[in-house]
């Protein structure tokens, strides 16, 4: 019996504001090592090609380009090396002219597929359109794979939205800003993570940043999570690479016990109020 088992990379590295050439050569460097380790799907960080603390709209449009953009071809000749899927976050601007926080799924054939961040973050509304769309699952040769970006994950309705899908795996490009925590804790953002892949028993491969941007720290929490909600690989280093071999269609065996199954034991003629627009505040009054 053929082996399912895939080997998954995720390349932290540290966007250079507005670099353009830079930051897709930096990327196709990092798309090539990977590759070569065996890689066979590598993800990226959020906004990797153009940096992330953009000071106005107009310094986010001049660093855009658009998803048929033909410096982004070397990607797909370096995925081609090792028949590899990429997923790479990008300042898209649309053929509309909008500009976007995207992700990109390239292999190499060219890009496959495009998703526009639907939860904006913070300044992020000032900068950006964001996505209409639900996120992308694509078949490939080695599991079914869904995307998010960042912030997206933090709504638990967009991973189990993508694991009723079908998604093996959810691949999430972020860039995520040091925020306090307890010592010896995780950060929170990977703990959203871990809880994520158990609740819909999915693998989850979040690639975060490094670096210092406009006075910016982030929290390199690069992790590749397993559908137990474990962690099977990090990074913290500077510019550094989380990898394991994960056997992704293992992702869609749901049952934690001859009687329980996260998908089959839902009560979705319950769950209502979580595609309710705005919510119940304390005593009934609806909050928008």
Request: proline content about 9%; overall charge positive.
């Given at each position: 019996?053929?082996?399912t088992v895939t080997r998954v990379t995720c390349v932290q590295l540290a966007p250079v504001l507005g670099d353009l050439a830079g930051n897709i050569?930096?990327?196709?460097s990092a798309i090539r090592a990977?590759?070569?380790?065996g890689a066979r799907i590598v993800v990226l960080p959020e906004l990797a090609t153009s940096g992330y603390l953009f000071a106005s709209a107009e310094e986010a449009r001049a660093a855009s380009i658009g998803a048929d953009d033909p410096r982004l071809a070397a990607w797909s000749d370096e995925a081609a090396q090792g028949d590899a899927v990429v997923v790479a976050g990008f300042c898209e601007r649309g053929p509309d002219g909008l500009v976007h926080n995207s992700a990109m799924v390239l292999d190499g054939t060219g890009v496959r597929a495009v998703y526009r961040k639907v939860h904006l973050w913070d300044r992020e509304k000032?900068?950006?359109?964001?996505?209409r769309a639900e996120p992308p699952v694509l078949d490939t040769a080695y599991g079914r794979i869904g995307v998010l970006i960042c912030y997206d994950l933090e709504f638990p309705e967009m991973p189990r939205a993508l694991a009723l899908r079908g998604a093996d795996l959810?691949?999430?490009?972020?860039n995520w800003p040091v925020v306090p925590r307890p010592d010896g804790e995780r950060p929170p953002e990977v703990v959203a993570a871990m809880a994520a892949a158990r609740a819909s028993r999915v693998f989850v491969a979040c690639c975060d940043r490094s670096g210092l941007e406009r006075g910016e720290r982030w929290t390199r929490g690069t992790s590749l999570v397993d559908p137990d909600g474990w962690v099977r690989a990090s990074t913290d280093a500077q510019d550094g690479h989380a990898t394991a071999d994960l056997d992704l269609p293992a992702a869609r065996a749901k049952r934690l016990t001859d009687l329980a199954d996260v998908i089959a034991d839902r009560r979705p003629e319950l769950y209502g109020e979580i595609v309710r627009p705005g919510h119940a505040a304390p005593g009934g009054a609806e909050v928008s």
């Open positions: 019996m053929a082996s050569r930096r990327a196709r990977a590759v070569a380790n000032t900068l950006f359109t964001p996505g959810v691949a999430v490009p972020t």
